[in-house]
């Protein structure tokens, strides 16, 4: 018997993973390389290509979650990987472009703004990994708590794009840029109620013309590909007061039912109340 059980914990010890647990984590380490990459074309100045490196990143970020969740391939060390990939991709790299690009010019000044985003972002991805299997009110499992990491990189690249889209010398200002800086990373590690669409599903009558609207959307990145980021990520910064709105909405709709319950609840006799509980 005792032999069995250890030959049985062998086997487990020696069993490798399956390709459905393997692929997720492909698709991350991808999007490390990627945020990797992208602090390299920043020292290289090739900034165009830096910002699309972050975006790519984004990306895989995005879809390698989903695929593990279909695949069943959701594992411990894949939530480390993913979390020290989105570390990099969307803390280190953007931080590290930006200060490349424009905040070296504001020198100590510049390298603190930057250093700050950066432990903004460890500090909300460490706060969200704390959270997983946490048992949450039913109507806020549609947000984020502060704005997500992906989406904060996104916004901190508002300015550069900007400058892709339409030239000039204020949207490459460091003071301008250490303001968006500072206002990003403060909303990371905020409680402002965000949009996660991580849950969002389609209606039936809209699933033709929202594959619609993404075929525009691919036919818009092709031609104009900054031009629509920015369209993207104004959304994005117009989705925020109104998920704020909704959260809170849903939470005073919350507590005013379980307060009715309460209402309507029966009383409790005075010899319920002095009852001593049963035991079995």
């Given at each position: ?32 390389c990627?945020?990797?990459?992208a602090?390299r ?32 391939g ?115 590690v905020s ?69 009715l ?20």
């Amino acid at each position: 018997m005792l032999r069995r059980r250890r030959r049985r914990m062998r086997d487990k010890a020696t069993t490798g993973w399956s390709l459905n647990r393997m692929i997720p984590n492909v698709l991350t380490l991808l999007a490390l390389c990627a945020g990797m990459t992208a602090i390299r074309l920043a020292i290289a100045g090739k900034f165009e290509a830096a910002v699309s490196a972050v975006i790519i990143a984004g990306i895989l970020d995005g879809i390698d979650g989903r695929i593990a969740r279909l695949l069943k391939g959701m594992s411990s060390f894949g939530a480390e990987l993913d979390s020290l990939s989105d570390f990099v991709s969307f803390g280190v790299a953007p931080a590290v472009l930006l200060y490349v690009w424009t905040m070296s010019a504001m020198q100590s000044i510049g390298w603190a703004l930057v250093l700050l985003y950066a432990v903004c972002c460890g500090l909300r991805l460490a706060r969200f990994n704390t959270q997983i299997g946490a048992t949450l009110p039913p109507y806020a499992y549609n947000f984020f708590t502060g704005v997500p990491a992906p989406a904060a990189a996104g916004l901190v690249m508002v300015p550069i794009m900007l400058w892709f889209e339409f030239g000039g010398s204020f949207f490459r200002s460091p003071y301008f840029n250490g303001l968006v800086l500072a206002a990003v990373a403060a909303l990371m590690v905020s409680r402002v109620p965000t949009y996660s669409f991580k849950r969002i599903r389609v209606p039936r009558e809209w699933i033709l013309p929202s594959l619609l609207i993404v075929g525009g959307l691919a036919a818009f990145l092709t031609t104009d590909p900054w031009g629509t980021l920015l369209a993207i990520g104004l959304l994005y910064i117009v989705s925020i007061p109104i998920s704020v709105r909704s959260y809170y909405g849903l939470r005073r709709n919350a507590e005013e039912q379980r307060h009715l319950e309460r209402e309507l609840a029966p009383p409790q006799t005075a010899a319920e109340a002095e009852a001593p509980p049963l035991r079995r």
